[in-house]
């Protein structure tokens, strides 16, 4: 999910929103600043994304 132009949902394409960049986009910034984005699959559905990032 963090590769770019992935999508997990199926339904979505260009037409209807998005290009499915955005957690790849999210996770180059968190690395950048020293930090991580974490992923995890909830559940009862769904994905949590934590971002993590070093105080300063």
Not at 6 to 25: C, F, P, Q, T, V
Not at 30 to 55: M, W, Y
Request: charged share 20%.
């Amino acid at each position: 999910m963090l590769e770019p132009f992935y999508r997990l949902e199926h339904s979505r394409n260009a037409d209807s929103g998005g290009m499915g960049l955005g957690l790849s986009i999210a996770q180059t910034v968190a690395h950048a600043q020293g930090g991580q984005l974490l992923l995890r699959n909830e559940p009862e559905g769904g994905l949590e994304v934590t971002l993590k990032l070093p105080q300063r």
